[in-house]
């Protein structure tokens, strides 16, 4: 259940795609992961990228060979320092062009460097707004302003769009044919939040005519252009350097865009060399805490684990936060297949009493792989609450027990559901499922590894899995629940929305609940978007995280109709190999 692993595909709120169904998958075991790190002699953002084959008995050396010297660090620190005053002057001199290059910095996934910089060019413009409003007739720039501002927490009201509306209210014709400004407006409508109707008229009428566009255009690279955009909005979507060219972008036209590329290839370089060597240091870790072998039935990804961390905290300096937070995504996994599949109900209570009570002398009559859980579990959250302690002088231990009694008291509703054959009300079901997904856990100990604002009101927020964790839990468990088959490698029983929403409703079909599924979701996103908007009580870095945890969702639910998941597959070769292997993923 927990950050589980049942088939999804990909969908905004306006083109939605339901998933097949999925039967079990197999386990593979993880060989040395120093063996499958990659040459990658290149390194290049221009790069295609193809859905790999497993690779076996290849060894690849554990760095990148120009990282033996400092000429990349050098180079990329002199190109950066470029690239920031171009984006400076050209926030001062042109306000759209300004605009422009901030979102090919965001698209290609390294804004982390350019927080200030885009911060002061957007304060600056949102002062302007405030005072005279988007008086701007083009469409392109006005929905890319709207779009930019939001995404920085500012308010903006979707009032600016009534120049391009008629006295009905409806969207003019005349922009029909704005095929750049169209998709600008379709990107905007994604960051709606709730009660917005002309959003939502904004994202219907977008969609409508760029589907149309993307079937009938003459220009292929266009028409693929339009369909990568439908399904893939830069709101609910994971940018990297790779593919960036795959996507809708501002400023191919403007020189600025060479500079840009080529700080995005030094950067790649250094930034894949940092996760490389990360996930060495989480293969050892997982190997020498030794649950493969302890506990039988446990699941072997430690690199699909890795990439949850790799997705929340993408600012490369953040590389101890990301080795850390892998360690209790994995033991939410482990946990989650002890209750779905290898518990009886009655240990599976004591389990959760000890763990409520974390009483590590209450286990000694729980079987020997649950006393081995509960210690691992109790070593790992004492040396992150350490290490936090440590860094930014606040010991979250009780926070993180509290969090891993919840979760454990979700799954064993859960278990006595099935266990009596209860069937709760699909709402009931949704919102014990909001705590089960383990995102809250997740974000708890990313709220504390980042040691962000820590305060005694944002403890008791975040210990009380406020609306901008509850809304990333709900895209997650909905997801997940579209999957209506079996979890990988589980022969266990897990509950689905879906199902209990037809046994609630017994006049809708399966469609119809799909739908009603995907319409949850997409109010959970407005939520989101809600409470990314100033003022947020949490650090921008958290509301980042947050943000791109719902964003991996589908990364981790696409599964074909070989069990496997290309999307992630692809995601992670576009980050980290050139040639994926899979030991760790399945």
């Known amino acids: 259940m927990a950050f589980s692993s049942k088939n999804i595909s990909s969908a905004s709120s306006h083109v939605q795609v339901i998933p097949e169904q999925t039967s079990k998958v197999g386990k593979q075991n993880l060989s040395d992961i120093n063996s499958l790190l990659p040459n990658n002699k290149n390194g290049s953002i221009n790069e295609s990228i193809g859905v790999s084959v497993p690779l076996k008995h290849v060894t690849y050396p554990c760095e990148h060979p120009s990282f033996n010297n400092d000429d990349i660090h050098i180079d990329h620190a002199k190109k950066l320092e470029v690239v920031k005053h171009i984006l400076i002057r050209v926030g001062d001199d042109d306000p759209f062009e300004g605009l422009a290059m901030i979102d090919t910095v965001q698209r290609l996934g390294i804004d982390y460097y350019f927080q200030d910089e885009i ?7 949102s002062i302007v707004f405030s005072n005279h409003g988007d008086r701007h007739n083009d469409l392109q720039e006005v929905a890319l302003r709207f779009r930019l501002l939001r995404q920085q927490g500012y308010y903006v009201s979707p009032d600016v769009f009534n120049n391009f509306r008629n006295k009905e209210g409806k969207f003019k014709q005349n922009i029909s044919g704005d095929i750049n400004g169209l998709m600008s407006l379709y990107e905007a409508s994604q960051l709606s939040i709730g009660g917005e109707d002309v959003l939502d008229e904004a994202g219907d009428f977008s969609v409508n005519l760029l589907s149309e566009y993307a079937t009938h255009l003459a220009d292929y ?15 609910k979507s994971l940018s990297s350097a790779r593919n960036f060219f795959h996507g809708n972008f501002q400023g191919n036209e403007y020189v600025w865009i060479l500079d840009l590329k080529e700080l995005a290839n030094k950067d ?22 030794g649950l493969v072998k302890k506990l039988e039935f446990a699941r072997d990804q430690p690199l699909k684990w890795y990439m949850w961390s790799m997705t929340c905290f993408t600012d490369p300096s953040l590389s101890w936060q990301r080795i850390e937070l892998t360690k209790p995504i994995s033991l939410i996994y482990i946990i989650d297949d002890i209750f779905d599949v290898y518990g009886a ?36 959250t004492n040396e992150i609450s350490n290490k936090v302690y440590k860094e930014h002088g606040y010991n979250p231990v009780h ?23 209860h069937l709760p ?44 964790v509850s809304s990333v839990a709900t895209i997650l468990r909905l997801w997940d629940d579209l999957g209506s088959a079996k979890d990988e490698n ?11 929403y037809m046994m609630e409703h017994q006049d809708v079909t399966a469609e119809d609940a799909q739908k009603h599924a995907m319409d949850k979701i997409s109010d959970a996103w407005k939520r989101l978007n809600q409470e990314c908007l100033s003022p947020n ?13 719902a964003r991996m969702v589908p990364l981790m639910y696409s599964y074909d109709d070989n069990q496997r998941l290309p999307r992630l597959e692809e995601y992670i070769k576009s980050l980290l190999f050139d040639n994926l292997p899979t030991q760790g993923v399945y």
């Open 119 to 125: 911060e002061q060019i957007l304060q600056r413009q």
């Open 221 to 235: 690279d266009l028409a693929g252009l339009v369909k990568h955009l439908l399904l893939h909005p830069y709101r």
């Open 268 to 289: 790649f370089k250094l930034v894949q060399s940092i996760h490389q060597k990360e996930i060495v240091q989480i293969s050892k870790w997982w190997k020498e805490l």
């Open 345 to 380: 109900l009655d240990v599976l209570t004591l389990f959760t009493e000890a763990i409520i009570r974390w009483d590590l002398g209450g286990i000694e009559q729980l079987p020997e792989f649950m006393k081995i859980c509960f210690k691992a579990l109790n070593d790992i």
């Open 399 to 421: 926070s993180l027990r509290k969090a891993w009694g919840s979760l454990c008291n979700a799954f064993l509703t859960e278990a006595k559901w099935f266990a009596s054959g």
């Open 425 to 468: 009300k699909a709402e009931e079901y949704l919102q014990n499922g909001i705590v089960s997904s383990g995102v809250h856990l997740g974000l708890v100990h990313i709220f504390f590894l980042l040691g962000h604002g820590i305060t005694s009101e944002t403890v008791r927020l975040i210990d009380s899995n406020p609306p901008i």
């Open 490 to 500: 589980q022969d266990g029983n897990d509950g689905s929305y879906i199902y209990y």
């Open 537 to 549: 009580p949490f650090s921008a870095s958290f509301t980042r995280a947050s943000l791109n945890t």
